[in-house]
Structure formats: structure tokens, C-alpha cells
């Protein structure tokens, strides 16, 4: 079984969450998380459906005016949260201490980081895609509590395939994911899931199952729409 986290971003106004949850109500919850734009998190509560956010604030609960605690999200039952996602990054100026705050926070409330980390296509295009992520990784990670990190899903998401249906071949993806999981054993002792995200959807999730080391998927776009998500679950179960 493979995990499916559903990333939907900002794209769904009230009335589509409304037609989407209709579809999605009898999913098979074992292997979903679904993390919806913050504001209909509520909205899903009564679907018993594993709920995760899109970022959470760096800092303690207080006087930090629009964002959200993680003693905010854990409150209302949130037990996931992204972390690191290129869009914060590159949108939002978020950097590599920033992420590790996030993780660290969420880690302290006994909640699970979804760590996002990837290479540009330039990155990729001069061979430095390992070095790349592994250095993401242990940017986020040096200094954390050691027996909390097994506690983080990573997301392994090649900044040129979000949202652009072109994805890396299924040996590159498990070389990557093969190294990931080799440097956090190797350097904290963990057998973290890694997931993999980029233009997932029903065209190519047969072909993505074949990598046996993958354990899951981060899907964005395909996520909005619930009949080719509930495909996708299916396949994964
Ligand atoms: P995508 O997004 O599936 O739309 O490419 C993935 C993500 O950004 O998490």
C-alpha cells in the first residue's frame, strides 16, 4: 500500500469544496491524508479523513498577525503539515532555517513535518540533483532532537515537474529515493517514508507503482479533482 497526500493549494473556492467532498466522502481512508487550503480544514472534520496543512507559522502562538500555530492546527486535529514546499521557498522567500523552525515546532507538538525537497532544472540539468537534496535534508534536519526524526515523511518533489506533466524516469526516481533513505539511516538512525510529487495523476500512477522503494506520492493538481483522485487512491491501495 502507498501512501496519498492530497497538496491542493489555493485552487478550490467554497462551492468546489463542497461538490468534492460529496465524491470523497467514502474514500478509503488508510492511505489518504488530504491537507485542503486551511480555512476548510473544519469542513472535512466529520469525514474522519487524516488531515494535514499546507505550512504553518515559525513562530509560538501569539501576536503574529495571519498565520497559524502549530498549537492552532493540532487543536482542531491536525496531525500533518507540509514543510519546505518549493512554492514557499521560491514564492515566499521561506529558506532552509526557516523550514527547520517548521519542523522543529511541529516535531515538539507530536505532529508529523511532510519535508519537501527538490532540484531546479538547472540543478538537475548539471548532475547535482543528490547533492542538492541531501544538503536540503540535513539543512532542515542538523540540530533537530534525533529521536524525533523518524517522525518526518519526506517529499521528494523535482521543482521542474510540479505542475508541468513532465516527471523523471522511474530509475531516477529510485536512485534518488535509494539515496534519501541510505543518508538518513546512515546519518540519524531513521527509516523515514519518502513520497515522491510532481505532476502525479491517473496518466502515469501505474507506472510510478512499479517503484517498489517509493512510498507514496505528494499530488497537487490532480488532488483538486476527486473522481481522478479517488483513481489514484484505488491504485494505491
Ligand atoms: P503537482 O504538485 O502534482 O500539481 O505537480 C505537486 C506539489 O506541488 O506538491
Redesign the pocket.
Known sequence: MKLVIG?Q?SYLEKKEIDSFKQVIKDVNKDNFILCPSSIYLNEFSDLGLLLGCQNVSKYDKGATTGELSCEQIKSIGVNFC?VG???RRQLFNETIEDTKLKVSKLLENCMTPIL?VGETKEERDNLKTREIVLNEIEGALDGLNEELLNNIII?Y?PIW????GVIPSNPEIEEITKAIKEFLYKKYNCNNKVLY?????CKNIDELNLIDIVDGY??????TKANELIEIIKKCE
Open positions: 497538496n493549494k507540509i514546499h518549493s512554492e519537501c517529499a518533489e515537474s510540479i505542475g508541468t510529487g510532481g505532476s502525479v495523476s505528494l499530488i497537487g493538481g490532480a488532488s
